[in-house]
């Protein structure tokens, strides 16, 4: 399975939309396939992953703290 969101670019205003909050994100290619997830501080995470990364796609899900993103995950995942 995978995220019910929305995909966005993966760009810095992605990064720059994401909260400073714990929670699960997706990664996708340039089709909408996904290639990978994560879990942490979403702008931390991100920003990492836009500069590391080959990802053309995002989405992800904020939480009310990393126990809640590990739910998620097993969720989702």
């Known amino acids: 399975m995978s995220l019910r969101k929305q995909w966005r670019a993966f760009d810095r205003a992605a990064v720059g939309a994401a909260?400073?909050?714990y929670g699960v994100y997706?990664?996708?290619?340039?089709?909408?396939?996904?290639?990978?997830?994560?879990?942490?501080?979403?702008?931390?995470?991100?920003?990492?992953?836009?500069?590391y990364g080959d990802a053309a796609k995002v989405r992800w899900v904020a939480a009310e703290?990393?126990?809640?993103?590990?739910?998620?995950v097993d969720e989702h995942f």
């Open 19 to 21: 909260p400073e909050r």
């Open 65 to 72: 703290s990393e126990a809640h993103a590990e739910r998620l």
């Open 26 to 51: 997706e990664l996708g290619d340039a089709d909408g396939d996904s290639v990978g997830y994560g879990v942490g501080v979403l702008r931390d995470e991100l920003k990492e992953e836009l500069a």
